[in-house]
């Protein structure tokens, strides 16, 4: 057996062509820093995780705002799946799916589960009645893929 940053790896337990061979493990061997990047995970270990990104939001009315929210893969491309999501915000705002995407719970709430169309895009409509910020996260449920969600979005509302 080889340690590897504080585990035991079975040797074998990790098929050759997850591993580049130009990567020492055991014998003394210490796999440098960035010797591991994106490109080389294999295509399957690149579409378990996704990054949240957020478009620019579109002013419909002055309490009304449209938002897109995509998921892109660890090489910042989108991601060519359906995948299942939770969206909360203040409580002051209500927000409904648009075009892209199907809300699954809680449409016309501050806080609903959607699932995102076939490109891994999901459409939002956000109404606010006071003039304020109104953050938007995004958050992992038991069916999401593993998420980068840790940027939120931010819509100032402005009632003329």
Known sequence: MTRLDGHF???????????DPEILIG??????DGAVTPAKL????????AIVT????????????????QFNDLLGQPMN????IRITCDERAIM??????????????SD?????????LLTLTITCNENTD???????????????????AQLTFQQT
């Open 96 to 109: 409904t799916v648009g075009n892209e995407g199907v809300s699954l719970s809680g449409d016309n709430s």
């Open 27 to 32: 014998g003394g061997g210490a796999i440098p």
């Open 134 to 152: 109104i953050f938007i996260a995004a958050g992992a449920t038991q069916l999401s893929p593993m998420l980068d969600c840790r940027t939120p």
């Open 54 to 69: 957020w478009n620019e939001p579109v002013e419909i009315a002055p309490d009304t705002k449209t938002l897109g929210l």
């Open 81 to 84: 799946v359906a995948h299942i």
């Open 9 to 19: 790896i079975k040797p074998g337990s990790i098929p050759a062509d997850r591993l």
């Open 112 to 120: 609903l589960i959607a699932q995102t169309d076939a490109t891994g």
């Open 42 to 49: 294999s295509v399957a270990l690149l579409s378990r995780f």
